[in-house]
Nanobody, 127 residues
Framework: QVQLAESGGGSVQAGGSLRLSCVAS????????VAWFRRAPGKGREGVAT????????HYADSVKGRFTISQDNAKNTVYLQMNSLKPEDTAMYYC????????????????????WGQGTQVTVSS
C-alpha cells in the first residue's frame, strides 16, 4: 500500500515562505509523476505544480509561476514545494498526489492522472 505524507504547512504573513514536503512510502512504490494540488475554502481543487521524477520536467499553474518551485530528492522519496512571496489567495489545503504507473521522462505530468493522495497540509497566509 502506497502512502503519501505531506508536511510543512503553517501560518505565515503575506510575502513569507514555506516549504512543503511529500514523503512516499509503501511496498512497490515507483512513480514518475508527482503533483501538488490545493483546495481553498469554498473553491474547487486546483493543480499547483507537477514534476516528472525521471526527466525533471516541471509545470506550474499560472497563479504560482515564478513564486513556487517543485523539486525532488529521490534518495529520500520526497518531493518538495518551495513557496515564496506567499499571498492570502494561496491559503488552502495542499495535497500531494502520485501516479501509480510510470511514464517516459519526457512527459509533462501536468496532463497525467494521479492515483495516490496524501491527507493534506494546511497553508494559511494572512495579509
Amino acid at each position: 500500500q502506497v502512502q503519501l505524507a505531506e508536511s510543512g504547512g503553517g501560518s505565515v504573513q503575506a510575502g513569507g515562505s514555506l516549504r512543503l514536503s511529500c514523503v512516499a512510502s509503501g511496498a512497490g512504490y515507483s512513480t514518475s509523476c508527482v503533483a501538488w494540488f490545493r483546495r481553498a475554502p469554498g473553491k474547487g481543487r486546483e493543480g499547483v505544480a507537477t514534476i516528472n521524477i525521471g526527466g525533471g520536467i516541471t509545470h506550474y499553474a499560472d497563479s504560482v509561476k515564478g513564486r513556487f518551485t517543485i523539486s525532488q530528492d529521490n534518495a529520500k522519496n520526497t518531493v518538495y514545494l518551495q513557496m515564496n512571496s506567499l499571498k492570502p489567495e494561496d491559503t488552502a489545503m495542499y495535497y500531494c498526489a502520485a501516479r501509480a504507473t510510470r511514464v517516459e521522462g519526457g512527459v509533462d505530468c501536468w496532463y497525467q492522472s494521479v492515483d495516490y493522495w496524501g491527507q493534506g497540509t494546511q497553508v494559511t497566509v494572512s495579509s
